[in-house]
Each structure stands twice: as structure tokens, then as C-alpha cells.
């Protein structure tokens, strides 16, 4: 399979290269800030899209993924509602698979999580640590996690520093208990090996929106609003 990789000379962009490219033909895009002239850096149409640069890239790349009718990964947080609402319209025309953390553990953390806030009273806390050179605070999966646990009203913290790949943790607070949760990213190849899993897979779906909930339990598509 041919890949086009936006953004392959960042961490995780290097990580997800060492593992598809032992299977699949990688085409190695490198981009500047408001540079979007990668597209001519395509030599032949690739069968699919990575792109783990940045929200606003990602809207970029969902255009040429458009015109070329190829499915599109989006690796990266922070779209805003007018980004995301171009990512949903793209979607009816094309497959494409969004997600803040790529890491199978961490879909089946969010899972437990919403098992643990429908049977079990208590106040809600969601804290996560990434390193110091993260944009976003607090997280795209620390958001996610607050939707998904909206109806217990869950409290968010943050903190930035030194190397972490990235850590969360949801306490539930009973009475006379409590309940923790907690999921750590030790290397960045967890999220890589979900993008590789992302990709093998989104080529095989019907045009629509997917996320990490989809490849674990292979549901249909999802909406974002």
C-alpha cells in the first residue's frame, strides 16, 4: 500500500514510519508552518493519507484527500468547530479516521471509565501530564474524556513537563471509597502502532467519520456534534 505521511519528521511522525514502512511504500512529507505546498511533494496518488502534523494541516489534507477520493487518517488535536465541521462534511464523501490518542489501551481505558461513571456514585476528576513542549492543555483525550463522562459533571487538571509521553488519570470519589484510574504511555510506538492499525483499516470502511471506538469494537461511523 502506498502512504502519504504529513508530517513524518516530527516524533511521532518518525515513529509511525518505522512501522509502516516494513509493510507499506512511504512517502515522507516534511512541512513548515503555513506551508502547504507538500502536496506537489507527491510524486504518484498515494492509496491513503496520514497526517500527524496539526489541526490546521489536517483540514489541508483533508481537501487533497477530497479531490484525490483516498481515505485520510488525522492524527492530532486541537481542530477547532469550524476545522472539525469541514472534517464531518469531507467525511460523506470520503473515509476518515480521527483520533486525539491513537493507543488501543487507551480506547479500552475510556471504555472502563464509562463503565465505572454508570455504576458507581461520586464526584468525578480528570488529571493528565504531558511534556513541556505540548501545545494543547489540557489534552484532546483529557476533553474526550470529560464528553464521555459529561453526565458526572467531571472536574479537569493539567500539568507540563520535562519528557511524558502522556499520563491520565480519572478518580471517582465515593463516600466511603474511591476508584482510580490511570493509563501511562510509556514511547510513543503505542500511538504509532494505533495509527498503523488506523490505516490498514480505514482503506477497508465506507465513507464516513471513525475514530479509536471504531477499530476496537468496530462500530459504525460516529458524528461529532
Not at 15 to 21: F, T
Not at 64 to 89: M, R, W, Y
Request: charged share 25%; net charge negative; aromatic share 6%.
Amino acid at each position: 500500500m502506498k502512504i502519504a505521511l504529513i508530517g513524518a519528521n516530527g516524533k511521532l511522525g518518525k515513529a509511525v514510519c518505522e512501522i509502516l514502512e516494513k509493510s507499506h511504500e512511504i512517502f515522507k512529507i516534511d512541512i513548515q508552518d503555513g506551508d502547504y505546498t507538500y502536496i506537489e511533494q507527491i510524486e504518484k496518488v498515494p492509496d491513503v493519507i496520514v497526517d500527524v502534523s496539526c489541526a490546521e494541516q489536517s483540514v489541508c489534507s483533508a481537501s487533497f484527500a477530497n479531490v484525490l477520493e483516498i481515505p485520510l487518517v488525522i492524527v492530532c488535536t486541537g481542530h477547532d468547530s469550524e476545522q472539525l465541521d469541514k472534517i464531518q462534511n469531507t467525511s460523506k464523501n470520503i473515509p476518515i479516521f480521527l483520533a486525539y490518542n491513537m493507543s488501543v489501551g487507551m480506547q479500552v481505558f475510556k471504555n472502563v471509565a464509562e463503565y465505572v461513571a454508570e455504576n458507581f456514585e461520586g464526584d468525578v476528576h480528570i488529571h493528565e501530564i504531558h511534556h513541556k513542549n505540548k501545545k494543547d492543555a489540557p489534552s484532546g483525550t483529557a476533553l474526550e474524556l470529560k464528553k464521555l463522562l459529561d453526565s458526572k459533571n467531571p472536574t479537569v487538571s493539567y500539568a507540563r513537563g520535562g519528557n511524558i509521553v502522556g499520563e491520565h488519570e480519572v478518580d471517582f470519589f465515593g463516600e466511603n471509597e474511591t476508584i482510580t484510574l490511570t493509563h501511562t504511555a510509556l514511547s510513543r510506538t503505542c500511538f504509532a502502532e494505533g495509527v498503523a492499525k488506523a490505516t490498514e483499516w480505514i482503506v477497508k470502511q465506507p465513507n464516513g467519520l471513525y475514530n479509536m471506538q471504531n477499530l476496537v469494537k468496530k462500530t459504525e461511523e460516529i458524528q461529532l456534534n
